[in-house]
T-cell receptor, first 116, second 112 residues
């Protein structure tokens, strides 16, 4: 299957700082990328959808000024958690899909964010 | 709105037993796609299968098989002769080709 690389896999940051997570599609052009958040023993919650070159669409309840998403190219999307707080600690996963009807989404390895 | 229900929270089996994971979905769309993903302890989500709403043919891939029943809106997943490496959380998901809606997941533990 296609490869999506997410970096870093783990990050610990101090409260009040910002953290950037990268999501790259390595062998295909990702017209759409998704960012999910997963709490322990819970399902994946979609945070936002981004299409290359346009602003991300955020799900209800997700603060767009706190979770900045940039999808500047067909192979890279970034999620920046700004002014992180301990409650932002979570597992963040990106997925990417190519254009085409019903194409499957491929997921990155996930990033474990711990805010101390 | 779309919704996926995975009623089984946890399943524990002994190696070589078969295990079936239930998935019931809701969607108003006539065209939709169903998926199963595996999430091992490492956290990465691994794609297992995609099925579109017009294809009710069941599928078998090695020890994995899927039963799609549109009449009951179900897309169940069976692991035959389970192995310890099958221990993971399994998610069922549905999309109308825009965004994936996931079920809560079923944790499968296979004991040696």
């Amino acid at each position: 299957g296609a490869v999506v690389s997410q970096h870093p896999s783990r990050v610990i940051c101090k409260s009040g700082t910002s953290v950037k997570i990268e999501c790259r599609s390595l062998d295909f052009q990702a017209t759409t990328m998704f960012w999910y958040r997963q709490f322990p023993k819970k399902s994946l919650m979609l945070m936002a959808t981004s299409n290359e070159g346009s602003k991300a669409t955020y799900e209800q309840g997700v603060e767009k000024d706190k979770f900045l998403i940039n999808h500047a190219s067909l192979t890279l999307s970034t999620l920046t958690v700004t002014s992180a707080h301990p409650e932002d600690s979570s597992f963040y996963i990106c997925s990417a899909r190519a254009s085409g009807v019903g194409t499957e989404a491929f997921f990155g390895q996930g990033t474990r964010l711990t805010v101390v | 709105a779309q919704k996926v229900t995975q009623a089984q929270t946890e399943i524990s089996v002994v190696e070589k037993e078969d295990v079936t994971l239930d998935c019931v979905y809701e969607t108003r769309d006539t065209t939709y796609y169903l998926f199963w993903y595996k999430q091992p302890p490492s956290g990465e989500l691994v794609f297992l299968i995609r099925r579109n709403s017009f294809d009710e043919q069941n599928e078998i891939s090695g020890r994995y098989s899927w039963n799609f029943q549109k009449s009951t809106s179900s897309f169940n997943f069976t692991i035959t002769a389970s192995q310890v490496v099958d221990s993971a959380v399994y998610f069922c998901a549905v999309t109308n080709d825009y965004k994936l809606s996931f079920g809560a997941g079923t944790t499968v533990t296979v004991r040696a």
